[in-house]
């Protein structure tokens, strides 16, 4: 028996990228936060997804990310 997640989910992956709604605002859509620092988060999260939208950034694949980060953290062990 498939939950009503799992057909949203299948559902949203058939819809083409540009009609997809705007899932992780929805999920971010949380009472007002209670720390500082749950409020910037929130403000990142928000902003990052607006500058998805808006293709000014570059998504890359999660291996091609972790390798990416890998590499510098091997080149500069000890440095953030």
């Known amino acids: 028996m498939t939950s009503k997640i799992d057909d949203r989910a299948a559902r949203e992956l058939?819809?083409?990228a540009t009609d997809r709604e705007r899932p992780v605002k929805r999920l971010t859509a949380i009472?007002?936060?209670?720390?500082?620092a749950q409020a910037e988060w929130l403000e990142r999260?928000?902003?990052r997804c607006d500058a998805v939208e808006a293709r000014?950034?570059?998504l890359v694949q999660c291996d091609e990310a972790l390798a990416r980060i890998r590499a510098k953290l091997t080149r500069n062990p000890g440095h953030p």
């Open 45 to 47: 999260a928000n902003s």
């Open 56 to 58: 000014t950034v570059t």
């Open 14 to 16: 058939v819809r083409a």
């Open 31 to 36: 009472p007002a936060p209670k720390l500082a």
